[in-house]
């Protein structure tokens, strides 16, 4: 399937379908407006045809067959992907973390699940695997803070471990976060923390007007990295409205639709 050109695109920078290497994205969405839909689009981005790249996608959600049935009504396959080795899946859907006390790290907390994507991307890094880019991508923040136990330092230090990944071995990082689903003091820290690290925030919004029947919400997206005629980078920001159909997305400026 051919890259289509869409304001998403473009507020991304991504007008030729073509990611620049180290960026990390974080998607923001709420109950009234899941945003899921986004980080679909970015791993469809991730695994275009014309690439040789591979992602490394942690699923803290939904099982693998979950994803590849929505990315087949996009036109990706996402078992050919794997088959293939571009596809990494990580099923932490079960992932416990360290006890309030901090003891008991095991292979199945934060300290496994990083050295897992270390390790992959290392071996995708080496130059016999012609890989190229890699992407990383987390579907939901807020349950590595409930498998946590509420702990926002294990989730930091976890997240700032992989964002070092994206400059020591220039590879990029997109996440998922709920963002209005912390109900502890710790909650606005965690997203003002997520929020700084990120190269380009997308937020996923209801319309501040209520409801409509052909606009199901609204997209903010901050880019951080776009470069001014001097050469140094600034704030990019866009706002338009989306609808999901059944295989697509459509993105369109507020009052363009009659």
């Not at 998607?27 to 490394?56: M, Q, W, Y």
């Not at 349950?143 to 992989?162: E, I, K, N």
């Not at 190269?199 to 609204?218: F, N, R, W, Y």
């Not at 459509?250 to 009659?258: A, I, N, S, V, W």
């Amino acid at each position: 399937m051919s890259v289509s050109r869409n304001l998403l695109d473009e507020a991304l920078g991504l007008e030729n379908g073509v990611w620049s290497r180290g960026h990390v994205v974080l998607v923001e969405d709420c109950v009234e407006t899941n945003g899921a839909f986004v980080l679909h689009h970015l791993l469809k981005r991730a695994l275009v045809p014309e690439r040789t790249s591979v992602v490394i996608f942690v699923s803290l959600a939904y099982p693998f067959f979950h994803y590849d049935r929505i990315l087949r009504k996009l036109g990706c396959n996402l078992m050919a992907q794997k088959d293939s080795n571009r596809f990494v899946f990580l099923d932490m859907l079960k992932l416990e973390c360290p006890g309030e006390d901090g003891n008991n790290i095991t292979e199945g907390g934060l300290i496994g699940l990083y050295g897992k994507i270390q390790r992959a991307v290392e071996v995708n890094s080496l130059p016999e695997c012609n890989r190229g880019f890699i992407t990383i991508m987390i579907d939901d923040v807020s349950l590595l803070d409930v498998a946590a136990h509420g702990s926002v330092d294990y989730v930091l230090d976890f997240l700032h471990y992989c964002r070092t990944l994206t400059s020591e071995l220039d590879c990029s990082l997109f996440m998922l976060n709920h963002e209005d689903i912390y109900s502890s003091m710790a909650g606005p820290r965690l997203i003002s923390q997520l929020e700084y690290l990120a190269d380009i925030v997308i937020k996923a919004e209801p319309l501040a007007t209520g409801l409509a029947t052909d606009v199901h919400g609204q997209l903010t997206v901050v880019n951080r990295g776009i470069l001014n005629e001097d050469g140094h980078s600034s704030n990019k920001i866009r706002n338009f409205h989306f609808k999901i159909k059944e295989n697509t997305v459509e993105y369109f400026y507020p009052g363009t639709r009659t």
